[in-house]
């Protein structure tokens, strides 16, 4: 049965997708951080490669030109809306690699292990973030790598007018505004973000760490053995 968070975030991503999709698809410089989180999964042509949480499929291109024809995409989400933008994008690309479905992240299970395993801007959400990194690292083939793509408070000394943004874009883009949280939700999302990232760290070797955008985007990426 679904909670009140998720069903809370798919009402709120199914009325918005359209406006999600052309921000997800159009945000300046956004596009150069998808492709970094895609290169952080080393993926080769041939790979099966599983996106969480994928969205209206801005991911998709990333990942379909690197694992080719001969390779898988899964892109996985709970909110019907959103994949089907992502369902438009796939058909109207005529991708017969690129499969999605409707299920829950923090459960889903695959009959193949995947190689790799992506999260954008997606483990804030999660109820318990650590949790769920550690079933996905558990869901890889051995050496395969699982990469995180979050936005999150800037913790560079000169990051506080762009935090003060940043917090307002995250109550405009939160599904139940300020409701619903013990803490404020930017406090919430910088913890899941860190959690998540400590939980690789815990289970993946050769982990790579960058922030972009004024420290506010965090891209973290590692192999599990
Ligand atoms: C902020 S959007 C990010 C979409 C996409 N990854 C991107 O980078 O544009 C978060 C997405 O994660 C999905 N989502 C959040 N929690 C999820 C969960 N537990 N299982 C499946 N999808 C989830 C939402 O439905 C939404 O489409």
Known sequence: MATDATAAAQQFYGRWADLYDLLASATPGLGRLRARAADA??????????????????????????????????????????????????????????????????????????????????????????????????????????????????RRWFGWPVNRAFRGLVVASSPTGTDGYAAAPWTVLDDRVATARTALRERATETTHGEYAAGIVRLTAGRVE
């Open 41 to 154: 999964l080393a993926l080769a042509p041939g790979d099966a490669v599983v996106e969480m949480g994928c969205g209206t499929g801005a991911n998709l291109p990333h990942l379909r030109e690197r694992v080719g024809p001969d390779g898988r995409v899964v892109g996985v989400d709970f909110t019907r809306g959103m994949l089907d933008r992502a369902r438009e994008r796939v058909d109207r690309e005529g991708w017969r690699n690129v499969h999605l479905v409707q299920a829950d992240a923090a459960s889903v299970g695959f009959r193949e292990p995947p190689d790799a395993i992506l999260a954008t801007f997606v483990v804030g959400m999660l109820a318990d973030p650590a949790a769920t990194v550690d079933r996905w690292a558990d869901a890889l083939a051995p050496g395969g790598r699982l990469a995180l793509l979050d936005a999150a408070q800037s």
